[in-house]
């Protein structure tokens, strides 16, 4: 009995098909369309244009952390299929511990990422070895090699043996008959299991970010840290570049499994593939880095202009590797490993001071620095954090206030109590840090930002207990978006990333609030085990030259501790009391400091907050 094609076709069935083939694929839609988008806005569509693209291959940041991602996945991809391929045939030929291997395969694909990441760092810093390329592929094979091993046993298992015997007896080596009988047979398995691996590899976050060194950041890296500004078109470009690439590999897969095409004739093919997409971006980094010394910076998003860089290694003949991280944790982190390989980090006030007293800077030669005393402020210099600045040099500097939308909440004169107003109810974005939370909530209450008293630490957590049913969400990466869209009217910010935002939009504004606030100040320092700290110096010299300076202010927003630059600054944020606030409102201001043991306490009544 025939069954009417009709059944299959019902228009309910076909419907709910196309909506889970929307919910799947729209995203995908989304991030191809605003990658042509003229605005730099995400959700603000001007019209069409190629720019994106444009500026994405002459950046060298994003092509150099492209570059790393392709050829980490595929050192991991040719790495794994070397181990996986045997391993999987002496998985498949071992019955008797077929039990005992498969939970040892099984292991890495349900432990957590974080704790693989944590352990292999942990691992390395025991073995002395620095953070490099290969630390990246190795932990990214380790975890990727279960997938292939599985894969390959599964395919092995239908593997018919008498193929094997027979192409014995016709006196074939065990080489040709690997090759003939048994290659061509796993392809399907390696093909799948290859372009797995390729993915998972190049989409890493999490273990790349605890074991790669310097100059090894890849796309993932970059764009969480870039996301801190906001989402852009150039990076949707980018992601646009990578998607296609991944189609492009899925379609070969299915061609060469469906024609049969023997192993032969598919590698040259394969090779002239991966050399076409990573060879330009390989052969772009080696040209730029020959004959050069190589300066490897560790840096915030955002705190740079367009061609500071680009002066630099042009004046003094070398090659900057610029890293971003997205937080003072993670720069903690990477720092007390002990084998970073950094040359300049840019930690904040109270990460000087933890990263001083274990030891992990290096005392700066003044000497080499002239611009320090010559150009900077003193009201910046010699702060509790660096009493004689030993260890660093002040660059940016700023506070944490209070962003608003004009249009929405009015010109708003008060203090933080706004962020717990009923009425904006859904309204309100807090920063996701745990400092910034507790010194909004400290402060509201009449207290120090840094205060170690259990009581008063109890009654601002009580009052983010409070304020949390009112909250849209914590947001420390693109806040500033959601007050553009607005999506939001109250968020907690940082002044530079509110004031860029209001550049676009003369709805936003930015308040510092009557009880006071964070004053935060990034510092230049060297690290105890960096490599050039000649260079570093000449680095540290020349960021503190009153041109480069107002070069880093008119592009970021963010304000350096710079007063000669002044006269190079524009004007129009000159006269900002968002980035340049009056005296008497900077007195109510305070540093953070390292909060020692009482962070154990802050950190378990955070997480009560956040779990609620």
């Known amino acids: 009995m025939t069954v009417p094609a009709s059944r299959f076709t019902h228009p309910k ?30 959700m603000d569509w001007q019209g069409f244009t190629t720019l994106w693209y444009r500026i994405l291959f002459q950046d060298e940041r994003l092509l150099d952390a492209l570059a790393n991602s392709l050829w980490i996945a595929l050192w991991t991809t040719v790495l794994s299929l070397l181990l996986g391929i045997p391993a999987g045939g002496l998985a498949h030929r071992s019955p008797k511990w077929s039990v005992f291997f498969e939970a040892l395969l099984l292991l890495p694909l349900v432990v957590p990422e974080i704790i693989l990441a944590v352990a292999f760092a942990g691992l390395y810093g025991f073995a002395k070895l620095r953070f490099s390329f290969w630390t990246v592929v190795t932990t990214h094979v380790a975890f990727s090699l279960s997938y292939v091993i599985l894969m390959v046993r599964s395919r092995m298992a239908r593997l018919d043996p008498s193929l094997v015997e ?14 003939r009988i048994v290659l061509p047979h796993l392809t399907p398995a390696v093909l799948a299991s290859s372009l797995m691996v390729f993915t998972i590899s190049l989409d890493d976050y999490v273990i790349t970010s605890f074991v790669a060194g310097a100059g090894n950041t890849t796309l993932p890296l970059q764009i969480y840290s870039m996301a801190k500004e906001g989402l852009t078109p150039e990076i949707n470009a980018v992601c646009t570049l990578l998607m296609v690439m991944t189609l492009m590999m899925a379609f070969a897969a299915q061609w060469a499994q469906r024609v049969a095409v023997s192993w032969r004739k598919m590698m ?52 900057v590797q610029c890293d971003l991280y997205d937080s003072v944790e993670a720069l903690l982190a990477k ?39 010559r150009n900077l402020d003193p009201q910046f210099l010699s702060r509790p954090f660096d009493p004689g600045n030993r260890y660093s040099v002040p660059y940016t500097w700023g506070t944490t206030g209070i962003g608003y939308r004009k249009d929405r909440v009015g010109q708003i004169t008060d203090g933080w109590q706004m962020l717990w107003e009923e009425q904006y109810r859904g309204k309100i974005v807090m920063l996701d840090d745990m400092r910034e939370n507790f010194g909004a909530a400290l402060k509201l209450s009449g207290f120090s930002i840094n205060s170690r008293n259990p009581a008063q630490l109890e009654t601002a957590k009580a009052l983010l207990d409070k304020q949390k049913p009112l909250l849209q969400a914590y947001n420390s990466s693109n806040f500033q978006e959601l007050l553009v869209s607005g999506d939001a009217w109250l968020v907690q910010g940082w002044n530079g990333q509110i004031v860029k935002a209001a550049r676009g939009n003369p709805n936003i504004g930015y308040l510092l609030p009557k009880e006071g606030t964070t004053l935060f100040i990034d510092s230049f320092c060297i690290p105890a085990s960096a490599s050039h700290k000649t260079l570093a110096h000449q680095f540290i010299n020349y960021m503190l030259e009153p041109e480069t300076a107002a070069a880093v202010v008119n592009h970021t927003g963010y304000t350096v501790a710079n007063r000669a630059a002044r006269p190079y600054i524009n004007k129009a944020l000159l006269s900002n009391p968002a980035l340049f606030p009056d005296s008497t409102v900077l007195a109510k201001c305070e540093m953070l400091e390292d909060w020692g043991d009482t962070a154990l306490m802050v950190d378990r009544l955070w997480t009560e907050v956040r779990s609620k």
């Open 335 to 373: 720092l007390q490993s002990g084998n970073s390989g950094y040359d300049i980090v840019v930690p904040s006030d109270y990460a000087v001071q933890i990263l001083q007293r274990q030891r992990l800077l290096s005392p700066l030669d003044k000497a080499q620095i002239p611009n320090l005393e």
């Open 13 to 42: 069935l076909l419907l709910f098909t196309l909506a889970i083939f929307a919910f799947l694929y729209l995203p995908l839609a989304v991030l191809l369309i605003f990658s042509f988008n003229e605005s730099r806005l995400m």
């Open 268 to 319: 040259p093919a394969l090779l002239l593939i991966a050399t076409l997409a990573i060879g330009p971006l390989a052969w772009h980094r080696w040209t730029i880095a020959a004959d050069r010394q190589v300066l490897n910076l560790y840096i915030w998003s955002g705190y740079l202009a367009p061609d500071t860089l680009k002066v630099f290694e042009q004046r003094f003949q070398a090659r």
């Open 166 to 179: 027979a192409a014995m007896d016709l006196g074939a080596g065990p080489g040709q008959t690997f090759f």
